[in-house]
């Protein structure tokens, strides 16, 4: 007769028989993890207690003490690689930088999806407080000062929706010209892109700060978002080359104030021609009304 876990603990049966007992138990379950000789995250053999390819954990059976310290490696942990990528940029980003790019990345999350995912909690962040993540001031004003026509809103609405793929092209201008100015340097790119990418995203957190104090529509607000990224920026590149002198502190500047234009040239140029196409449409749809209307009103003259 098979019995419980519980009434075996209970019946003080010994720690073998006991054992068996389990594994019987979880065997007619249905989950029986006991005697996997394979990987069940991706079927390589199981010599040890981790995969020798993928990493995880032989598999058990979720039990509640085993529940609570999942829950605790993932949220409150601060050794799990997102709250160490977290934590690690804000303290010391030029760090997090320098060992990812080395090739010490187990520790860290993976980047790609932390910005994306950060950029997708500020979108929401933003929306639901009805705020803008972006500044379109610099490239667009009305011309009676009483706010933008409700067309060009819909194109302002809908260019802020993609603001996680600008930030993601953005990342690639910048990763060009900090490239540019460090030339000599043993990182390409490529590898380049993962800080500019990182740097931008997680500036994001000084905009919703500033979205919840009201002040990121105001001129002091856009002004201490300005100087927050410049000083972050310098702070953070510098470290990853491991050079604090002044002249690094230079180019690092002169190569975000150049990506920093050349990004607001080329989607300033984006939100111009969105709106330029919108309003073509509308003349057109707007002449083609007037002609009917014209041919409307021939018709019922001559009747």
């Known amino acids: 007769m098979l019995i419980t876990a519980r009434q075996a603990k209970e019946k003080l049966i010994p720690y073998t028989e006991f054992t068996l007992l389990l594994h019987q138990y979880n065997k007619e379950c249905g989950l029986n993890f006991v005697d996997t000789t394979n990987c069940l995250n991706c079927n390589s053999p199981l010599l040890t207690d981790y995969c020798g390819d ?21 949220i409150i942990e601060f050794k799990s690689p997102l709250m160490f990528t977290f934590l690690g940029l804000l303290i010391n980003p030029g760090k997090v930088y320098r060992e990812y790019l080395d090739g010490r990345r187990v520790t860290y999350f993976n980047p790609i999806r932390y910005s994306f995912w950060l950029l997708t909690f500020s979108l929401v962040f933003a929306t639901f407080f009805g705020a803008s993540i972006i500044n379109y001031d610099m490239f667009v004003t009305s011309t009676d000062g009483t706010g933008l026509p409700i067309p060009t809103e819909k194109i302002l609405q809908r260019i802020d929706s993609f603001v996680i ?27 380049l892109y993962i800080p500019c990418l990182l740097n931008l995203s997680q500036m994001f957190l000084v905009a919703l700060a500033l979205i919840l104090l009201g002040y990121l529509d105001t001129l002091y607000g856009q002004l201490f978002y300005f100087i927050s990224y410049s000083i972050y920026f310098i702070w953070g590149i510098s470290h990853l080359f491991n050079q604090r002198t002044w002249l690094t502190y230079v180019k690092v500047l002169f190569s975000g104030a150049l990506s920093f ?23 057109a749809h707007n002449a083609k009304i007037e002609s009917e209307l014209n041919t409307t009103t021939k018709k019922e003259s001559k009747k």
């Open 165 to 191: 793929y600008i930030t993601f092209f953005n990342a690639i201008i910048c990763a060009a010209f900090l490239k540019l100015f460090f030339r000599k340097e043993k990182y390409n790119i490529t590898e």
């Open 261 to 283: 234009l050349l990004f607001c040239i080329t989607f300033g140029f984006l939100v111009v021609f969105s709106m330029g196409v919108k309003e073509g449409f509308d003349e």
């Open 54 to 74: 993928c990493g995880q954990q032989k598999a058990q059976r979720i039990s509640f003490s085993l529940l609570l310290k999942i829950m605790q490696r993932g």
